[in-house]
């Protein structure tokens, strides 16, 4: 019988011991995705190059074996304030850590040492695929005119496939989104400046490798490089002399805050961005300006980029 690409799932949790299956469930763990690519087994190998008397090939042995998945979640809050959304272990699984006030926000930011790691479950119309230890990277979306979303790709350790019958799954959790667009999106500000933009993107760029070694096979996370690109009005040079900062390499803080109704609102901040290549775009006949993004880290370290659930 044919398996049905739309009977996919995937099941997330954070695991207490590196690489120890965490078992999640469809009832507590369940991410509503969209954009699903799962790569079940990804394989370093080295062929043998035997001397043979004749042609062909030689079998290549594999070194080591894993898995990838990659998709697309909404950002939006949980609803209730203080209450961690239900996306927050996959940010936790890209080297982000998670601070709740309680009946206050959720605060999500970079960190550098005691990462932790995900169990991952892909269960494709009955067929199981587990990625065990897995860690990865994120990007953010906010254009004008979309669903304000984050791109997940994570790498982890490979699992015999078996076949297990799909859980019942629990997404009331995940609350419908607002669009993005000027009623429910606000207070953008880049370099001191209240923006009127079209395109916002942040791509945390987490550097994520699967590691086999004699002793060790893991998947590490070892540096991050955060960067993204905008697209804004174009302002008078009197507003904001954008060619200069980007020659001078001036940093300045970036703010936005997407939702309108508290416990719905999610708040994105970096207290140092430098903006490079500044260039004229259209748009309706208005002047655009497309600009890169690097994000840097402010005098504390690990505070390039923090979301906020409030």
């Known amino acids: ?8 799932l995937i099941l997330a949790k954070i695991e207490t011991t590196y690489g120890t299956d965490s078992t999640p469930t469809g009832a507590a763990n369940a991410i509503l995705v969209s954009d699903l690519k799962i790569t079940p087994i990804e394989s370093q190998l080295v062929s043998r190059d035997l001397i043979r008397p004749y042609f062909g090939n030689s079998e290549q042995l594999a070194v080591a074996c894993y ?18 959304p239900k996306w927050g272990p996959l940010l936790r699984g890209c080297a982000f850590n998670e601070t709740i006030s309680a009946g206050v926000s959720v605060v999500y930011a970079p960190v550098s040492n ?27 979306n ?15 350790l490979f699992a015999p496939v078996t076949d297990t019958a799909a859980p019942t799954v629990d997404f009331s959790g995940f609350k419908t989104p607002l669009t993005v667009n000027s009623q429910n999106t606000t207070a953008y500000t880049l370099h001191g400046v209240s923006a009127v933009y079209s395109k916002l993107s942040i791509d945390m760029a987490c550097d994520v490798k699967h590691r086999t070694v004699v002793g060790a096979d893991l998947v590490v996370l070892t540096d991050r490089k955060p960067a993204g690109s905008t697209s804004i ?3 008078s040079i009197a507003t904001k002399d954008w060619f200069t900062a980007a020659k001078l390499g ?23 961005v430098q903006i490079s290549k500044p260039d004229y775009g259209d748009e309706d006949n208005v002047v655009m300006l497309n600009m890169g993004l690097a994000f840097v880290p402010g005098s504390s370290g690990n505070d390039e980029l923090t979301i906020t659930c409030q």
């Not at 044919?2 to 996919?8: A, D, E, H, M």
């Not at 979640?73 to 209730?80: H, I, K, M, N, P």
């Not at 906010?142 to 982890?156: C, R, S």
């Not at 001036?250 to 140092?272: E, R």
């Open 233 to 235: 009005e174009m302002t």
């Open 250 to 272: 001036t940093t300045g803080a970036l703010s936005i805050t997407h939702g309108i109704t508290a416990g719905y609102k999610v708040k994105v901040d970096a207290p140092a």
């Open 114 to 140: 005691a990462l932790e790691s995900l169990s991952i479950y892909v269960n494709v119309d009955g067929v199981l695929h587990k990625l065990l230890g897995s860690r990865g990277t994120v990007s953010f």
């Open 1 to 8: 019988m044919s398996l049905s690409n739309r009977k996919r």
């Open 142 to 156: 906010l254009d004008a005119g979309g669903i304000p979303k984050m791109q997940f790709q994570f790498t982890g």
């Open 67 to 84: 898995a990838t998945v990659g998709f697309s979640v909404e950002l939006q809050a949980s609803g209730t304030l203080g209450t961690a």
